[in-house]
């Protein structure tokens, strides 16, 4: 399976790609699938002003961004808590595509540096996913005082614990991905 993790941050010295490292090496490691790590920190991107399919004369990132997402067989997103919500990054490249989306496999991976683990950016996600017609993956994956539980290599300072939690996630990821290819 082709697994596409987009870290959404996008601010210099984000810990939330600390998680998405992880997730590529512990995808990779335990042979659940080929992971595409697409980094919005590398794109740059404008802010949205039309859906990809009724641009004139779309860039080639992104282009090359809606193939990523299009080929994928399903996504996890890890982003951070911004002042409850997610960042604009992020919902910035969910408004720009449509097709691409719909009827995806979709995990979320919620980062905050303190005690709720993302929480709040949750339900506001959800919803704009949901109303373009994502397959949301139930399994959700919280990670509180992230600047503590993971290097920023991607390393957990709690491997084991970490691993645990980790493979309920994925495994949901996995089923959904599965589920939607028998559909």
């Known amino acids: 399976m082709n697994i596409a993790i987009i870290s959404s941050s996008v601010r210099i010295g984000r810990n939330s790609h600390r998680v998405a490292r992880f997730f590529q090496q512990y995808i990779e490691e335990k042979g659940y699938g080929t992971v595409d790590l697409v980094d919005l920190y590398q794109y740059n991107f404008p802010v949205f002003d039309e859906r990809l399919r009724l641009m004139k004369d779309p860039s080639p990132d992104v282009i090359e961004f809606a193939a990523r997402i299009k ?45 709720f683990g993302g929480a ?57 991905i599965r589920a939607a290819k028998n559909a």
């Open 71 to 115: 080929n994928a067989d399903g996504v996890l997103i890890v982003t951070p808590e911004y002042n409850g919500g997610y960042p604009a990054s992020l919902k910035n490249v969910i408004d720009l595509l449509y097709p691409e989306w719909k009827r995806k496999p979709v995990a979320i991976a919620t980062v905050s540096a303190g005690p």
């Open 120 to 176: 709040q950016a949750m339900t506001s996600l959800v919803f704009s996913l949901w109303k373009i017609g994502v397959l949301m993956v139930p399994a959700m994956y919280a990670v509180p005082q992230v600047q503590n539980a993971y290097k920023e290599n991607g390393e957990p300072t709690d491997k084991e614990a970490t691993e645990k939690r980790a493979k309920v996630f994925i495994e949901e990821l996995l089923w959904c």
